[in-house]
């Protein structure tokens, strides 16, 4: 059996809480196997050759090998296919979510990575994703951090932490509602996931 069938058949009886985060990272990890894009440049020779001939009948000829500059690497940002951005959608409506909004691009930052934005809906509670695409993994590990904060800021308690996950409670009308942030350090391109009560 798939290992990925098999580790959600184990979490179907979880909390909301706890079982979120996987269903995303299940969601991830399938839509990262559709790769990744990216432009590369490799510099091309010019030759140049120059042919003296003399009235001997004496043929010389040079050649000039000139590299062109080699182009220096530079971030495109990182971003998410439709198709990675339905997989997820097609996994929580699976799951008994319903879309509210789909995920679209909210907003692209200084290094060009994209964030996209969704909402959705289950048991009566609403909830805000973002998928933030990083460009690499050092940039995952601080929108990590960063969306942890914004998530306390909002008044979600930590109740679950490791090195990439960080799951939160709040309160929404006495009950308690979880929310949480995934770091996808593996994912091509590397994503962090944050989900909070609308």
Known sequence: MNPIVRMMKSYIKMPLKKALPLLFISALVLCAT?????NTASPTPTAQATVVATATAKVTATAKVTPT???????????????QLTAIEGLQV?????????????????????????????????????????HDTAKADSTFTTRIAAAKLLGAIGDYDDAYTWLGVMTYKGQPVG????????????????YVLA
């Open 94 to 134: 699976k799951n008994g979510f319903t879309i509210l909004t789909h995920f679209k691009e909210s907003s692209t930052n200084k290094d060009g990575d994209k964030s996209y934005e969704a909402t959705m809906s289950k048991n009566g509670y609403t909830y805000d994703y973002t998928l933030d695409a990083c």
């Open 69 to 83: 500059a080699t182009p220096k690497a530079t971030s495109n940002g990182a971003s998410l296919t439709q198709s």
């Open 179 to 194: 929310v949480g942030v995934q770091e996808m350090r593996d994912a091509n391109p590397p994503v962090v996931i944050s």
């Open 34 to 38: 559709t790769g990744c894009t990216s």
